[in-house]
């Protein structure tokens, strides 16, 4: 008998209850098989619902000579609820409570359970209880930031336009249903009822700030909005002086820069390409014409437009570059730069400048 | 021999005829380059021949970094592009040549990316052996005897980009032969060697470098390497020292330097927004340049909202704008108010100074002490 009892002490203390022995009775309320019962709990029902309960009653062979009684007091930073319930001889008393976390709050849900026994034999009995339960909004984790390249990666030198976000539900059984709350039009998700989601811009934001707005929700409890933005290449800046050296009997003129993004930070590495309008002769010349082109993988923050031409047959001749250079012009063409792909025409357009070439050398202007 | 007959009618027919090329172009990667090469050698190119998108040479063998090929021995090397190259003879040169092994012949590795003309495929190197400063043994690793040569180079050579070229290739190169290059050219009689060595320890974070840049004016600011330094104030200078961080907060607020410098200071201060930094950055708020108030006003914000120190390795991935655990500044009010760079605050300029200004005055008892 001994033995059951503890495994019985053991069950309860698993599941939340607890046993209380009867003191010794004046009449016949109790033996060894009375048992005083007390049970309470905090439930995560559902993502947005809590369940608070807590119970007393009496089992043995006279548990029909025993009314319980409950009372119940719930707190969140602060008492939500407090009621007593008493039930019927045999009864089983109850006191409980739903709450949904969205409109009371989330914290530390904690009931206290008061729970008294009374016998007709003139018996009484009481025991307290506790129970709680951390209820957390769901949370998402991740980059904060992405690129805008125009549509497309540039996974070489390790630019992406797309970043995986990660929920946390924080125990609430829904899987997370995601949202984007604030210029939706930036960005799309991979997927909206799901624990990672794929972040892809489809629109640069209005400058390095956080304009996008990402949020979860579990059954309607939502999550802090996750702050986002959608970063691009920005503009480009002269990282020093042209240098022009000669090349056989004409000239090589190499022009550098740095490529700035909106949060005006260096960018290394990242894929570009130029491309070209229409041509316009600044005098008579025979002069061929480059073909645009894009470049990857370079390594530092510099990059240069390298522009060369050897034609001493040519009408005009090219020379070597000059002391003071040459300011007779030959030729010029719209240029315009774009960032995040080699490929002509792809990216983000950067900057647009006049590329002119004059006798010994060639500048963007 | 194709090269060879090539020259021939070149010089028979007496042609010169050039085609352009142009496109962009950058610094290879000196580490993929040695790990790709089988054979890294100083030599000396002989003779050759180009045209179309093609160039084949013979180079002469003086120093082998890598690969089994015996110093003295020749090889033929040809290069491939999807440039034109025009057609002419190439020039003799001496260099340093990555060069990957095609079945039984040479294919040179460009130390250039980008359609280039042959002259940017190979570092120029000063003819004789390398200074005793910077001599190595054959048995050394492979990126110090590179870091030996590169140093030789920049030490040695007075060509136009080069210093520039060496500089970024010198910068990959793990080696402490590295920093004893960058020491050597900050001591140079000439500033814009001086000026590259400065750069060079400014990235490792030297603040000593840093100090002593700022005993070099107006001499330094005046010669074109002097963009070196500032690019690496600008994107590589991150030490949360509180000496280097002061120091930073002298040239972003001292309205006598060169401007270039100053702004690379104010970016440097708000990259890192320690806590030692915001004194600087809240006297930037009211600076009369707008590059400085807007550096101001995203180191301010990058401070409250605890995020990381923005490094050169954390562009590209981002991470310098994720969001850590909120840092005990952090409201929904700083969140809203944080914006870095020109377009995020030109429009709207005086609601983030007027902001971030409140702000400073509501906590700076906390953060000064």
């Known amino acids: 008998m001994a033995r059951r009892r503890s495994l019985l002490r053991l069950i309860c203390a698993i599941v939340g209850t607890v046993l209380l022995a009867p003191t010794v009775s004046v009449g016949q309320c109790s033996d060894g098989s009375t048992a005083l019962w007390a049970s309470r709990n905090v439930v995560r029902q559902a993502g947005n619902q809590v369940w608070e309960y807590a119970q007393s009653w009496v089992e043995g062979n006279y548990y029909l000579y025993w009314i319980p009684r409950v009372t119940g007091t719930v707190t969140l930073n602060g008492q939500i609820h407090y009621g007593t319930n008493t039930a019927g001889y045999g009864g089983i008393a109850t006191t409980q409570w ?179 309008g229409g041509w316009v002769n600044d005098q008579a010349n025979n002069w061929s014409r480059p073909t645009a082109g894009g470049a990857s993988g370079f390594t530092d923050y510099e990059w240069f437009d390298g522009i060369w031409l050897d034609c001493a047959t040519c009408t005009p001749p090219t020379m070597n570059p000059q002391t003071p250079l040459s300011a007779s012009a030959v030729d010029h063409v719209s240029q315009s730069w774009r960032m995040g792909s080699a490929v002509v025409g792809s990216g983000v357009l950067v900057q647009t400048n006049v590329f002119q070439r004059y006798l010994d050398h060639a500048r963007h202007q | 021999m194709n090269w060879k007959i090539g020259v021939v009618l070149y010089l028979l027919c007496g042609l010169a005829v050039g085609d352009p090329s142009a496109g962009p172009g950058g610094l290879a990667s000196i580490g993929r380059l040695a790990a790709t090469a089988d054979l890294i050698a100083v030599g000396d190119l002989k003779s050759g021949f180009q045209t179309g998108g093609r160039a084949v040479f013979s180079l002469e063998l003086d120093r082998v970094l890598k690969g089994s090929q015996t110093p003295g021995s020749g090889i033929q090397v040809e290069w491939k592009t999807h440039g034109n190259l025009g057609t002419s003879a190439l020039p003799p040169a001496r260099g340093l040549w990555f060069i990957k092994q095609a079945g039984t012949s040479w294919e040179l590795l460009s130390v250039t990316t980008g359609e280039v003309p042959f002259s940017d495929t190979y570092l120029p190197l000063p003819a004789g052996p390398v200074g005793n400063i910077f001599a190595y043994a054959p048995s050394d690793p492979l990126g110090d005897k590179l870091a030996s040569e590169l140093a030789n180079a920049a030490v040695g050579l007075d060509i136009p980009d080069l210093g520039f070229r060496i500089l970024g290739s010198l910068d990959q190169l793990t080696s402490p032969v590295v920093s004893k290059a ?167 300029e005086a609601r983030y100074l007027n902001y971030w200004r409140a702000w400073w005055a509501r906590n700076k008892s906390l953060l000064v002490r």
């Open chain 2, 182 to 348: 960058y020491q050597q050219l900050s001591e140079a009689s000439a500033a814009g060697r001086r000026a590259l060595g400065f750069a060079g320890l400014i990235r490792k974070g030297d603040l000593a470098a840093l100090a002593a840049v700022s005993q070099q004016f107006p001499e330094m600011s005046l010669v074109p390497e002097f963009s070196a330094v500032v690019s690496a104030v600008d994107g590589f200078f991150r030490s949360t020292d509180p000496a280097a961080v002061a120091l930073l907060g002298q040239f972003a607020t001292n309205g006598a330097l060169p401007r270039p410098l100053a702004y690379a200071a104010a970016h440097a201060l708000r990259s890192i927004h320690t806590k030692e930094a915001l004194p600087y950055l809240a006297t930037l708020l009211d600076a009369p340049e707008n590059e400085l108030r807007y550096e101001a006003i995203g180191g301010m914000a990058a401070f409250a909202n605890n995020l990381p120190v923005q490094r050169p390795d954390n562009v590209a991935n981002l991470e310098y704008l994720r969001v850590q655990s909120p840092g005990p500044f952090t409201t929904e009010d700083t969140r809203a108010h944080l914006a870095l760079g020109r377009q995020a605050l030109e429009h709207d």
């Open chain 1, 98 to 276: 739903y709450d949904a976390p969205s409109s009371v709050g989330v914290g530390l849900y904690t009931i206290y359970g008061f729970h008294e026994y009374g016998s007709d034999c003139g018996q009484y009995q009481y025991q307290n209880t506790v129970a709680s339960l951390l209820v957390e909004r769901p949370t998402i984790s991740g980059p904060n930031a992405t690129w805008w390249l125009g549509g497309g990666s540039d996974p070489a030198n390790g630019y992406y336009n797309g970043a995986t976000l990660t929920a946390d539900p924080k125990g609430a059984p829904e899987t997370p249903y995601w949202s984007v709350t604030a210029n939706p039009s930036k960005v799309s998700l991979s997927c909206s009822v799901c624990t990672n989601s794929v972040v892809a811009s489809a629109q640069p934001s209005a400058g390095c700030q956080w304009d996008v707005a990402i949020k979860i929700s579990v059954g309607g409890l939502d999550s802090n909005l996750f702050n986002f933005q959608v970063n691009q290449p920005s503009y480009l800046v002269s990282s020093r002086q042209p240098v022009d050296t000669a090349q056989g009997g004409g000239w090589y003129s190499k022009i550098y820069y740095n490529t700035k993004d909106m949060c005006n930070n260096y960018m290394s590495s990242i894929a570009l390409n130029e491309s070209f």
